[in-house]
Each structure stands twice: as C-alpha cells, then as structure tokens.
C-alpha cells in the first residue's frame, strides 16, 4: 500500500516544475479580425504573424486570424478590440481617428513625396506620439503596415483638371480631414464603410471612390467604375492594435513575442504593398479602366486649395504632431 501510495506521489510530483515553471499547460489563442480582403497583402502578412507568434512564443501563443470582416466591419473590430472581446484588429487609420483625433495628423493632403517619407514619419517621433494617444483611449499598437497612396476612380468624367473633381460624389473614410480635403477641391464628400461601397457605386448612388489601386483591385471596384487617376492625395496607414488591457496582462515574453510577430508581418506587408502597387494599377488598365496621370500644374492647383485644411486641423489637435509630420516628411 505505502509504496503504491509513493509511487503515485512520485508521479505527481514529476509535474509540478511544468505547473510551478511559468509555462502554461495550454497555450493561449489570441483573435484579431480585419476588414481586409483575404488576398490582400495586409491579410496575407498577417498568417506571418500568426506563424512568427507560434515560433517567438515556444507555442504558448497562437492566433485566430479572421479577414475579410468575419467578424463585422471595420468600426465594429474596433469595438471589439476597445471593449476586450476581439484581442486585436488591422485597421486603416481612419477608422480610429474618432476616437483618436490625432491620427488625422498623418492624413494632411499632398503631405508625403513618397512612401518613405510616409514611413520616415511614422516610424519616428510622430508614430511615438501617436502610440500613446492610442494607449490613452485603451489600444496598444504594435505598428503601422502600408494601405498606401490613395487615388480617385469616378464614372462620370476623366480627372485632369481641378474642375473635373466638381460636384463629384466620392466615398471616403469616415476621416474628417479626408471630408475636409474634398470639401475644398469642390467634391461632394460621402462617408461610408467600405461594405458598402461596391453596391453604392452599382447602383449610382455615388459617382466614384477613393482608395489604394491594391484596393480597387481586389475589391473588384473596376467591375462599377471606368476613371481611375494618381491623385495620390493621401498616403495612409494600416495600424495594428491590440487591447491595452489584455496586453499588459500578459507576461513580459509573451509581449515581447507579440512585438517581434507584428514586426515581422509589419515588414513583409510594407515590401509586398509597393510592390503590388504598380502590379495593381496595371491590372486596373487591363481590366478595362482609363488611367489619367494628373499633371503638376493640377496637382499644384488642388495642394493650394486644401493648404486651409492644415490649419483647421491644428486649430482642432494642436500644432505639436502636425509640424512634427511636415518637419519630418520634408526629411
């Protein structure tokens, strides 16, 4: 009897460094959601994430990634994240600037030459600060991916010149600098989530969009719109974030592993999206869409007519992150 009983405490106590080391039994599954079409580079990069989580974590970590709004649209993943129901969400910007009004910082018209500009700026002082307005409101952001240079498509005329933005009903983001921005241009600005986009532009209730040429692609606007330009007045950002609170409960290692996986993915998205840049306006002219470049004299036009808009928005934010993004894209 003694020793069947010492045998069983010896078995017992074979298990007790595995409960008392620190590594969970079983490990944790994370779920972040995203708007994001499934072959979007966004979505594609974050499978790397749920991969590099795995690997960095030893498999204490694992993540259930669900695109392509399973999981509701875009304001409704970030609710999610705000309230602890989802862990995290990929989300373009806009869709956080209510909450946090400083985003609109990085949406000023015409700011940015190119995408490292875009980037220089992000990934230094005014990506910091934004970093902690967003942890204020409860959000942890783990880094910005590239949604990219947006451009105007419309079916009513081809956009050459300043005038031929007039009375046009274009869908936005719900950004107020963005609505702002097409005010001054003479547009007719609607804000609208991107589900419902495809039917509005279907069924004429808008003239035309906004958007990265990854987007129009793969949300197949080029089936409902026949003009697509390079207005290229905005570059915007994908913004991973995760909910502060849920995040700080977790062990030191295990944020570290979440940093290291969004780095990762982070990396890989911003190579593959200007890539798929060129690629994607090229598959717009094959399927069909007339491609009209603006010329200097027009974009210069359209730059001094939204110059107001800057100031509108410092008069609403403050002038601390918004000359820190001009003072940083000017390099």
Request: proline share 3%; hydrophobic share 45%.
């Amino acid at each position: 009897m003694r020793s069947g009983l010492r045998r069983l405490l010896g078995i017992a106590l074979l298990g007790l460094p595995l409960i008392f080391s620190g590594t969970p039994v079983l490990g944790e599954t994370i779920r972040v959601a995203g708007n994001f079409a499934v072959d979007h580079s966004s979505s594609r990069a974050m499978e790397i994430f749920k991969q590099e989580l795995t690997a960095q974590s030893g498999g204490a970590l694992s993540a259930d990634i669900f695109p392509a709004m399973q999981l509701g649209g875009a304001q409704e993943n970030v609710d999610q994240v705000r309230s602890g129901a989802v862990f995290a969400t990929w989300i373009g910007i806009a869709y956080l600037s209510r909450t946090v009004p400083e985003l609109e910082a990085v949406s000023l018209p015409f700011a940015f030459p190119d995408r490292e500009a875009a980037f220089r700026v992000i990934d230094g002082k005014v990506g910091e600060l934004l970093d902690v307005r967003l942890a204020a409101k409860g959000f942890q952001s783990l880094g910005y991916m590239e949604l990219g240079s947006r451009n105007v498509t419309n079916n009513i005329r081809p956009l050459r010149t300043m005038a031929d933005f007039a009375d046009l009903k274009i869908r936005l983001q719900p950004n107020e600098t963005h609505l702002a921005t097409f005010k001054a241009i003479g547009a007719n600005p609607i804000a609208m989530g991107i589900k419902e986009v495809y039917p509005a532009l279907q069924q004429n209730v808008l003239d035309g969009q906004e958007n990265p040429y990854s987007i129009i692609a793969t949300r197949r606007f080029d089936e409902v719109q026949k003009y697509v330009s390079d207005s290229g007045h905005f570059f915007d950002f994908i913004v991973l974030v995760a909910n502060k609170d849920r995040f700080d409960a977790l062990s030191k290692d295990h944020q570290e592993a979440l940093r290291q996986a969004a780095s990762a993915a982070i990396a890989w998205q911003r190579a593959k999206a200007a890539e798929e840049d060129i690629a994607s306006r090229a598959e717009l002219v094959r399927r069909g869409m007339q491609f009209d470049a603006l010329s200097a004299e027009t974009r210069a036009q359209l730059q001094a007519a939204t110059a107001g808009v800057v100031d509108e928005l410092k008069a609403k934010i403050g002038s601390e992150i918004i000359d820190a993004v001009l003072a940083e894209a000017e390099g």
